[in-house]
């Protein structure tokens, strides 16, 4: 893999059987079938972060080892817990909702082959790098996604990444992509939704809502974020708290009621 252009490689202690013991899912490559019952990944634990699998890209640079600690809530889950029944559940998520900025001009007055390119670039770019710190894609709506992580250091990682990547990386001939960030972190139900023909699991929660609300309040290639997701980077990760500045210590949101929120930015 390193003779392919791949700067790093991690791999999972134990390997496959160690992967197959703790009871996940492997795929035959002869037959593409899945070999490992439901009955035996329903309970399996999480695999530890520092163990997981990591590749860089390449020419990006490889993403570093995960820290030795453990979460229960990683990138995917959701999708088993579809597949499981084990729902609904309560979990304390940080959401990240993302959109490009100026998209009537940047994007709806192009034509639409170009329009479709600009969006898959940039959900692309989107994609990658919030699997790449251990987040996932809850939605792609338009021109924007909501992201789900478990850990809010993590979140705002990928904010700033995606904000780095779409500012150093523009469409050929073209002008950067920017885009507009909103962090909140809070108790969100997870659950079922839909009918036995076409079901889909749904994250709700009033965090969600305030961050969908906060995206309005940005300007293109702006970060914002509430207190919570402040204080709780003040606890974790102290070098990210400081990144952010007070944006408007009573930013009222409008919605259902007019709410005010002491709203944070990186500028």
């Known amino acids: 893999m390193r003779a392919e252009g791949f700067e790093a490689v991690y791999t999972l202690q134990g390997g496959l059987q160690a992967w197959q013991q703790a009871g996940y899912p492997t795929v035959s490559a002869e037959t593409g079938e899945n070999p490992v019952r439901a009955t035996q990944a329903e309970e399996a634990p999480a695999p530890p972060r520092h163990a997981a699998s990591a590749l860089a890209s390449p020419g990006r640079p490889a993403a570093p080892p995960r820290p030795a600690h453990t979460h229960t809530f990683l990138a995917g889950l959701v999708q088993h817990y579809l597949v499981e029944q084990h729902l609904p559940t309560r979990k304390e998520l940080t959401v990240l909702f993302v959109d490009i900025a100026d998209s009537t001009a940047t994007v709806l007055h192009q034509p639409p082959e170009v329009a479709l390119a600009l969006v898959q670039r940039f959900m692309g770019v989107v994609t990658e790098i919030a699997l790449e710190n251990c987040g996932d894609v809850k ?68 965090s969600i809502h305030i961050a969908s609300r906060l995206l309005k309040h940005i300007p293109p290639g702006g970060i914002i974020a509430t207190e919570a997701v402040v204080e709780r980077l003040r606890q974790e990760t102290p070098a990210l708290a400081q990144r952010f500045q007070v944006w408007d210590p009573c930013l009222v949101l409008k919605g259902v009621e007019e709410e005010c929120v002491m709203a944070y930015h990186i500028p």
């Open 139 to 206: 939605d792609y709506e338009g021109d924007g996604a909501l992201l789900y992580f478990e850990s809010v250091a993590e979140a705002t990682q990928t904010a700033l990444t995606i904000r780095h990547a779409l500012a150093h990386t523009p469409p050929e001939g073209q002008a950067p992509l920017r885009a507009r960030l909103s962090l909140n972190v809070g108790s969100i139900i997870v659950g079922v939704i839909g009918s036995a023909l076409r079901r889909s699991v749904a994250l709700i929660g009033p």
